[in-house]
């Protein structure tokens, strides 16, 4: 389909670990937007991308997470260090830009044992 | 600070009635604000924006009404389908700066 990417759907993995999740964006979509969800709450937004720079990263919660764009597409989020409480469903966004909608991936399920 | 509040965590409604879901917000810099649906296991699906300029807009069944002075929103969902039974996120962002920040939800219940 024609939706924004998301993978792996599910991945479980020990404290202390490195991990990458990838998204990639509706063809064409500048924009390009990371949130972060925990059970009964919405989306908390981590970080968002204007073409390969990042052009708001106050969301992301500490030095742990890093995220780039290298080709102003595909988007890989990455997690250092993992702690039980990085677990969360990570979601990504793509828009055509300002006061666009943003549209979901189905997101990566993240589970720290 | 909750910038996006929804205060009711869920709501039942007969199917064929009208579905009242209510967001307030407190940043009077946001002009931009949009309702997504969420199924369980997928990504929130954009379902209806308004713009600060407008304080209506219809699109099918779903109309999104805006008022400014009181900073809250609704989206009006008439008739009411089991199909419509999901998690509602009301969302707003400035203009000029793409950040949207989301409600806790609403978790819709339509009754057959």
């Known amino acids: 389909g024609a939706g924004v990417s998301q993978t792996p759907s599910n991945k479980v993995t020990e404290k202390g670990k490195y991990v990458e999740l990838r998204c990639d964006p509706i063809?064409?979509?500048?924009?390009l937007y990371w949130y972060r969800q925990s059970l009964g709450q919405g989306p908390e937004f981590l970080i968002y991308?204007?073409?390969?720079?990042?052009?708001?990263d106050s969301g992301l919660p500490n030095d742990r997470f890093f995220a780039v764009r290298p080709e102003g597409s595909v988007s890989t989020l990455k997690i250092q260090r993992t702690e039980r409480g990085d677990s969360a469903v990570y979601l990504c966004?793509?828009?055509?830009?300002?006061?666009?909608?943003?549209?979901f991936g189905d997101g990566t399920r993240l589970s720290i044992l | 600070d909750q910038q996006v509040k929804q205060n009711s965590p869920s709501l039942s409604v007969q199917e064929g009635r009208i579905s009242i879901l209510n967001c307030d917000y407190t940043?009077?810099?946001?002009?931009?604000f949009l309702w997504y649906k969420k199924y369980p296991a997928e990504g929130p699906t954009f379902l209806i924006s308004?713009?600060?300029?407008?304080d209506k807009n219809e699109d099918g069944r779903f109309t999104v009404f805006l008022n400014k002075s009181a900073k809250h929103l609704s989206l009006h969902i008439v008739p009411s389908q089991p199909g419509d039974s999901a998690v509602y996120f009301c969302?707003?962002?400035?203009?000029?700066?793409?950040?949207?920040?989301f409600g806790p939800g609403t978790s819709l219940s339509v009754i057959p």
């Open positions: 969302a707003a962002s400035r203009s000029s700066y793409d950040k949207v920040i």
């Open positions: 063809s064409g979509h500048t924009a």
């Open positions: 991308f204007q073409g390969t720079g990042a052009a708001d």
């Open positions: 966004a793509s828009s055509l830009g300002n006061n666009q909608p943003q549209h």
């Open positions: 940043n009077s810099m946001f002009d931009y």
């Open positions: 308004i713009s600060s300029i407008k």
